[in-house]
Every structure is written in C-alpha cells, then in structure tokens.
C-alpha cells in the first residue's frame, strides 16, 4: 500500500465532513493502519490476559468516528487526537463495566514516574489514571490533552503542538507539569 500524505488524508477528512460519502471509503484504508498503531499502543500497557484485543479496539473507535456525524474534521491530526481520546474512553469504559475500579477490583496500585509514561510494560491502573486525568482537566484541560495525546495518543511533541495550536516548547513545559501532578495525585489515592 502506497503511503499517504497526511495533506491527502486531511483533503478526504473534510470532503467526507462535507457530506462526500465517498471520500469516507478512501480514507478508510489509509488510517486504518496508524488506528491499528494507536490502539497496540494503549493494548500494549493494558495488564496480561485482557479480554479486549487491538483489532477490537480499533474497530469499536472506527464505528464511534464514522457515527460522528457532527464533527468537522480540520485535518489528520485532530482525527487522530479524537481516535486517541475515543479509545482511551473505550478502555476505561471497559474497566469499569468488568468491576475493576469496585472495591479494588483487581487492578494494583501503582506509582506514575516517568517510566509509566513511556513504558511498554502492561503495569498503569488506567482508571486511576483517568481519574486523574479528569482531575487535572478540570482546572488545566490544555495540560491533560497533552498528557492524553502524547501518552494516550503517541503523537510527537510537534504533532501535539499543531493539534493544541501552542509551540512546542509549551507542549514539552505542559506535559512536565502534567506529569509531575499526576505522580502526585495517584501517589495520593
């Protein structure tokens, strides 16, 4: 399959927001691939033996994005931040539904450090962490997308930038704050 242009993928996200069905249908192979990416991504630090599988994922926040009829895509990066922001509220949904946050569950506290957030390791309490997040966005909402695209996300520091509209440097003084808050908050629960 030939790579795409992110111009190419961002001409079909707004001829499709502008009714043009058949712009959905070429789109959908070309970002079918980086959902794939994202949702290994959050897969990769779900604990061992969840019932939930990548493809599931993807295709559970592919139908959720084809249903959002209302929403004006701008370009890739903002459909890619929503797919991150929908996938994340997929996996805490599903964690709460299989009881994990209720008495405990069997989910394992843990401390955020810098590890947590970059780390392959199947070990965060992402309820916790949601938590958390909801936390923070209620007073610093720009700081907690930060932390959702960049950890949630996988988007660079760059591509966090553009979809937040700030610098770079903003995004990399956001996502330190961020982080250290959030160690704070989930030491304390």
């Not at 700081?143 to 930038?161: C, I, P, Q, Y």
């Amino acid at each position: 399959m030939k790579q795409s242009s992110p111009q190419e993928i961002s001409a079909l996200l707004r001829a499709w927001s502008s009714g043009d069905e058949s712009a959905l249908n070429r789109l959908t192979p070309l970002v079918y691939e980086e959902l794939h990416r994202l949702a290994h991504g959050y897969m990769r630090r779900e604990r061992a033996g969840h019932t939930l599988q990548t493809t599931a994922l993807v295709n559970e926040a592919y139908m959720r994005l084809v249903d959002a009829n209302l929403v004006q895509w701008q370009d890739r990066t903002h459909f890619f931040g929503i797919a991150a922001k929908l996938m994340r509220r997929i996996l805490v949904d599903f964690a709460r539904s299989r009881d994990y946050q209720k008495r405990g569950g069997k989910l394992r506290k843990v401390v955020l450090d810098e590890a947590l957030l970059v780390s392959p390791e199947p070990q965060e309490d992402l309820v916790g962490l949601d938590d958390a997040l909801n936390a923070l966005a209620e007073f610093d909402p720009r700081k907690a997308r930060v932390v959702e695209l960049r950890h949630f996300g996988g988007l660079s520091v760059e591509e966090t930038a553009e979809v937040l509209k700030v610098s770079g440097i903003t995004v990399i003084r956001d996502w330190n704050i961020a982080r250290l808050w959030l160690l704070n908050e989930l030491q304390r629960a």
